[in-house]
């Protein structure tokens, strides 16, 4: 089992940054894809950045050239750089990875609990 343990949200002006962490722990064997995603009120939840590990990674249009995600494999742990926030960023953010348990099994996907981020005009 994994865990994922979200930080760093919070209340910020449009235009101002914040950095969101997540860590994950539990019996680690092969984390694969790490990534973000946010869920708006009354909207689906979507996919914001992730990143393989072999260091692909991949954007929403909304937030290339703002947000830059970053792993330290080392410590199991997923960043996301949020620069230039605007009002439509405020959401719940949720962290994901991907992880196998052995090489003989398929990759299984964990949530993080979320943590809020508001922008204010």
């Known amino acids: 089992q994994v865990q994922l343990a979200e930080s760093g949200g919070g209340s910020v002006q449009a235009g101002g940054s914040l950095r969101l962490s997540c860590a994950a722990s539990?019996?680690?064997?092969?984390?694969?894809?790490m990534g973000w995603y946010r869920q708006a009120p009354g909207k689906q939840r979507e996919l914001v950045a992730s990143?393989?590990?072999?260091?692909?990674?991949n954007y929403a249009d909304s937030v290339k050239g703002r947000f830059t995600i970053s792993r330290d494999n080392a410590k199991n742990m997923v960043y996301l750089q949020m620069n230039s926030l605007k009002p439509e960023d405020t959401a719940v953010y949720y962290c994901?990875?991907?992880?196998?348990?052995?090489?003989?099994?398929?990759?299984?996907?964990?949530w993080g609990q979320g943590t809020q981020v508001t922008v204010s005009s």
């Open positions: 990143l393989t590990g072999d260091g692909s990674s």
């Open positions: 994901k990875v991907d992880h196998r348990r052995s090489w003989s099994v398929r990759l299984m996907s964990y």
């Open positions: 539990g019996h680690i064997f092969n984390i694969n894809t």
